[in-house]
């Protein structure tokens, strides 16, 4: 498909250190949408995120019941709700919302994304926040040098970093969120970003709601939350269960959970650790 994020300047692609907390988020985005609707809920989104982005990054977003035609030829990774194409001949990324329909193509190497949405995805765009959009912003700020992490990072009641990593599914959520009840600090317990701090690495989180599955908001006895629009999860910011958020985690114990008859924790070597 052709795109108007072709044939553009490359920009310096280095691991950029984060920008300090204080600068205000919407100082460094660009969001052309002319749907008021669309564009009050990506600025509170893109906002609620919490986030010093590390540079101006622009996303254009049309509404529309025409989305372009899906002519792209390229092998398709499909995630659960999402279906990506990427790399030659055009190098951009392109992303296909399976949910409700919407369309994403990321500049190859440039900060910039294009969107079209369609009317239901714009209804339902809180449902697209983790499942779409959120992917969306993982391949832009690849291109201010900013990594994302599957995990959950905590800062544990002793000021240590937590960095827990897994697959979806293998409790990341339901451990953060019985960490927070037990007074622990919270960044994310999902998707981060991994920056440079010098002689260490800092995981910065994207401030949303913990997603609860039924059986952990059971087990947590959690009462009330955000209902997650087509997830079957319901949200709880880490203030609501005991915990508090915070920005950024320098991680000193990373930790992998997974699902099993039997929960216990021991250590991994180095190379382990790696694979």
């Not at 984060?18 to 969001?31: I, N």
Request: one cysteine or more; charged letters at 15%.
């Amino acid at each position: 498909m052709s795109s108007s994020l072709n044939n553009e300047v490359l920009p310096d692609l280095s691991l950029h250190p984060a920008q300090p907390q204080s600068k205000a988020p919407t100082e460094s985005y660009d969001l052309e949408c002319p749907n008021p609707a669309a564009r009050a809920a990506l600025d509170a989104w893109l906002t609620g995120s919490r986030l010093a982005w590390p540079g101006r990054f622009r996303l254009t977003v049309t509404v529309t019941d025409q989305l372009p035609a899906d002519a792209d030829l390229r092998e398709v990774l499909w995630q659960p709700t999402v279906a990506i194409q990427t790399g030659p001949p055009t190098g951009t990324v392109r992303l296909r919302w399976e949910q409700y329909p919407a369309v994403a193509v990321i500049h190859p190497t440039l900060p910039r994304a294009e969107l079209w949405l369609s009317p239901a995805a714009v209804e339902h765009l809180e449902a697209g926040h983790r499942s779409f959009l959120l992917i969306v912003m993982v391949f832009v700020l690849r291109r201010l040098g900013w990594y994302h992490v599957h995990g959950a990072a905590l800062v544990d009641p002793l000021g240590r970093g937590w960095l827990l990593a897994g697959d979806s599914g293998s409790g990341k959520s339901t451990t953060t969120a019985l960490l927070a009840s037990n007074g622990w600090s919270v960044s994310t317990d999902d998707i981060g970003f991994l920056v440079n701090r010098g002689s260490s690495a800092a995981i910065l989180g994207f401030h949303s709601p913990i997603a609860l599955r039924p059986g952990g908001q059971r087990m947590l006895g959690a009462a009330g939350g955000v209902r997650l629009t087509g997830r079957d999860k319901s949200g709880f910011l880490p203030e609501e269960l005991g915990g508090r958020w915070v920005p950024e985690v320098v991680p000193q114990v990373i930790a992998f959970p997974r699902l099993g008859e039997r929960t216990g924790v021991g250590p991994m070597g180095p190379a382990e650790v790696l694979v």
